[in-house]
């Protein structure tokens, strides 16, 4: 029994004391909840994203006119070296016979002495009328000989006829002499042989007559060289143009085929520029293979520019593209020929503004590029890629790259009608960064050249 009770206010304390922590807990709890709805709620504010400012140029796709760029020297078209046909001593030259002096055509370049040369000619001159009257004399022979001939055969027949009438009486009749029968044969053989002598003679004439003609004929060439070698005693200007180059003094003496000058006609220059392949067959549309050059493209129809490059000095030229030089499948290259014609200043046959030796760039006009962008080189990224904003946020855009003309670059890629180029210089640009785009009027809301897209 006295177990008993002593478990059962075992029990009532236990169950007190759990009774009591339950409410230290609900007591605790409600009082948190007092305090937590006493306290009053800090205001909300509103999340602000921050933007970047750029500049940009609307993406306009547009078919351009290809411009390919090349560059090569001018040099005359007509140039020729200048040598004396005949030797002997300069008594005369130009008075501007030295470098880059002008000269028209026709005038007087030099002067050789022609004393020999004369003294020749007229020795030629004497040889010709020498053939000619022997030629005369032959004929005139001819003529002299075939009347004796005549005339001797008369007489052959006269003397035959003596001859064998004497010498009938003679032995039938036994009527004269023998002497006079011997005479009569004597005179009648002596006869037959002169007849014999013309007819041999005759037969001579005509070839002797060929070749005292065949002998004219060498005294007349003679001759002519003889005096033509007077006439190149003088020398003259093929064209009006510059002097490239003189070697020659009065008093000096000079020999055959010696250099004696270069004349070069600076009123056509030729300037042969190297271009790409791919400028040549794909922007300006000549047609041929790349291991073999055929262009067929007329191409006269290629427009064509040459400025002047060197130093200070610039000229604008229309010119003519005038064929197609070579290809070089090694380097991949057609070599054109663009030719410049100049107007003379003052007819002196040259021009001061584009001249021998002058660097020039040579500027193609080719056929238009279909749905091409148009850029400032300097947003071209080396990764050839261009920085856009499309629905007010960046988007990096892959481009290939068609053409570079100065500070433009021309460039095609997937493109949007409401597509902006940025133009501004982004560092450590971020896609779909959010964007302003700064207003026409030059608004400034942020540098974006300092900004840093990751802020976003």
């Known amino acids: 029994m006295h177990i008993k009770i002593k478990n059962l206010k075992l029990s009532r304390k236990s169950l007190f004391i759990t009774v009591a922590c339950f409410l230290v807990i609900a007591f605790g709890i409600t009082g948190m909840n007092s305090l937590a709805a006493s306290k009053k709620e800090p205001d909300r504010k509103e999340t602000i994203i921050k933007k970047m400012s750029v500049t940009t ?30 030797s002997g001593r300069i008594i005369e030259k130009h008075i501007v016979l030295d470098e880059g002096g002008i000269v028209k055509k026709g005038d007087t370049l ?87 002598s013309l007819e041999k003679t005759i037969d001579l ?6 070749e005292a003609q065949n002998n004219l004929a060498d005294a007349k060439s003679d001759l002519k060289t003889a005096r033509l070698n007077v006439k190149r005693c003088i020398v003259t200007a093929p064209f009006s143009g510059r002097i490239k180059e003189a070697s020659i003094e009065t008093g000096t003496y000079i020999t055959t085929g010696t250099l004696a000058l270069i004349l070069a006609d600076d009123r056509t220059l030729e300037i042969q520029v190297p271009l790409s392949d791919k400028d040549a067959f794909e922007f300006l549309g000549l047609q041929g293979g790349q291991e073999e050059a055929s262009p ?8 064509c520019r040459v400025e002047t490059v060197t130093g200070n000095v610039f000229a604008d030229f229309p010119a003519t593209l005038h064929r197609v030089v070579k290809y070089d499948s090694n380097s991949r290259t057609i070599w054109i020929a663009v030719r410049v014609i100049q107007e003379d200043i003052g007819n002196t046959g040259i021009s001061l503004s584009l001249m021998d030796g002058m ?22 990224n080396s990764d050839n890629t261009v920085y856009l904003v499309r629905d007010q946020k960046l988007k990096i855009l892959p481009v290939n790259k068609i053409m570079e003309d100065g500070d433009h670059v021309y460039v095609s890629g997937e493109f949007q009608s409401r597509d902006q180029i940025i133009t501004t210089t982004l560092a450590n640009p971020i896609e779909n960064t959010a964007l302003d785009i700064i207003n026409s009027d030059g608004q400034t809301v942020l540098n974006a050249a300092t900004a840093n897209a990751g802020e976003a």
Do not use: M, W
């Not at 009257?133 to 003596?162: H, W, Y």
């Not at 067929?296 to 427009?303: H, V």
């Open 57 to 86: 140029i609307p993406a306009v796709e547009e078919d351009i006119p290809v411009s390919v760029t090349g560059y090569g020297q001018a040099n005359p078209v007509y140039i020729t070296e200048i040598s004396p046909q005949v």
């Open 110 to 196: 030099f002067k050789i002495d022609a004393t020999d040369y004369e003294i020749d000619a007229e020795k030629a001159e004497i040889r010709v009328r020498l053939q000619e009257n022997q030629i005369e004399q032959f004929k005139v022979s001819c003529e002299k000989d075939q009347g004796r001939l005549t005339a001797v055969k008369q007489n052959t027949a006269l003397a035959k006829s003596e001859f064998s009438r004497l010498k009938t009486l003679y032995e039938n009749d036994r009527v004269g002499t023998l002497s006079a029968v011997e005479e009569a044969e004597q005179s009648y053989n002596s006869l037959l042989d002169t007849e014999k």
């Open 205 to 210: 004439y005509p070839l002797q007559i060929a």
């Open 296 to 303: 067929l493209t007329s191409l006269q129809q290629i427009e």
């Open 359 to 380: 660097f020039c760039k040579v500027f193609f006009k080719g056929k238009a590029l279909k749905d091409t962008v148009k850029i400032p080189a300097s947003i071209f």
